[in-house]
């Protein structure tokens, strides 16, 4: 069964409250082996339709990722896109810029990795982290030597928002349909995981003190997350707000809007002109010989 989607989309100018959307739902699978076939099917799916985007090459598709820390984003991207051939993909994650980075406008160093028509961009993390790590942290805004009268502007946000928007709209315009989702972790349930990365050795790696400073702005993170979500879905460029508590439903539900988005293209393999077919006949007598 077809996993309906809507519930999750924001709408273009809704205002967005995240205690009054869902971080957990009722599982949409009857039991792990019926997970594990639907999400094998989505995958399936997938495969062949971003080998149709990669033979049409005219439309490439972004997937931005946002969420708060041990939300299963870098999960849900190794699992939804398992199928996809490397060739048509590229992942591309965002830290802290560089100084490099710093010097340019806030765009730049991810608008040089935005996919080529015919493959499929995910950045996790993106952009995006300039109206969100940048808000609660003024610290890193401090650092992007931009001219006193901008930064101080009280109109500074709304300016990037409106920025943001406009690039999305750049892109659908040249061929680059965007979507964006928002993993949406309950306070407890990232507790629970970060207790589980500690008393699994093979996850020490994953945490650090750092991650508990960054949970105690939580409340920080989350206004921020409601005006960028309020300000930023669109009816071109969506956000998506996805459950993130039970990590197998939030993988069936992204893979059904990745599905959906690539569907909605009307991909087909390019037919051959009659010159073309000409030249493949003749080849194919020269084989015969």
């Known amino acids: 069964m077809k996993i ?21 739902i009722k599982p949409l699978y009857r039991s792990k082996d019926d997970y594990a076939q639907i999400l094998a099917a989505n995958v399936e799916k997938l495969s062949r339709r971003q080998n149709l985007l990669y033979a049409q090459n005219r439309y490439a598709v972004l997937l931005v990722f946002q969420a708060m820390d041990a939300a299963g984003k870098d999960s ?10 490397p060739q048509g993909c590229q992942v591309h994650s965002f830290k802290h810029p560089s100084a490099l980075e710093l010097d340019h406008d806030f765009l730049w160093r991810t608008t040089r990795c935005l996919p080529e028509r015919g493959h499929i961009g995910v950045f996790n993390r993106s952009y995006y982290e300039e109206v969100l790590i940048v ?5 890193i805004l401090e650092a992007e030597n931009l001219p006193a ?3 101080h502007d009280t109109e500074f946000w709304r300016h990037r928002f409106r920025s943001i928007n406009d690039l999305e709209k750049h892109l659908h315009r040249n061929g680059t349909r965007v979507v964006k989702f928002f993993l949406h972790l309950s306070k407890e349930e990232q507790r629970q995981r970060f207790l589980a990365r500690i008393d699994n050795p093979d996850k020490n790696w994953k945490f650090s003190l750092a991650d508990i400073k960054e949970r105690e702005l939580w409340k920080e993170y ?3 997350y409601e005006e960028c979500l309020t300000a930023t879905s669109t009816r071109r460029a969506p956000w998506y707000i996805v459950p993130a508590d039970d990590k197998e439903n939030a993988r069936l539900i992204i893979s059904q809007v990745i599905l959906d988005t690539m569907e909605s293209l009307k991909l087909e393999y390019p037919q051959p002109s009659p010159a073309h077919r000409r030249e493949l006949l003749a080849i194919r007598k020269l084989l015969q010989k």
């Open 135 to 139: 808000r609660v942290h003024r610290e």
């Open 222 to 224: 989350m206004v921020a």
């Open 76 to 85: 849900t991207i190794k699992h939804v896109l398992s199928g996809i051939n």
């Open 4 to 24: 309906d989607t809507k519930a999750f989309l924001v709408r273009e100018g809704t205002n967005v409250d995240l205690k009054k959307w869902p971080t957990r």
């Open 149 to 151: 009268g901008i930064k």
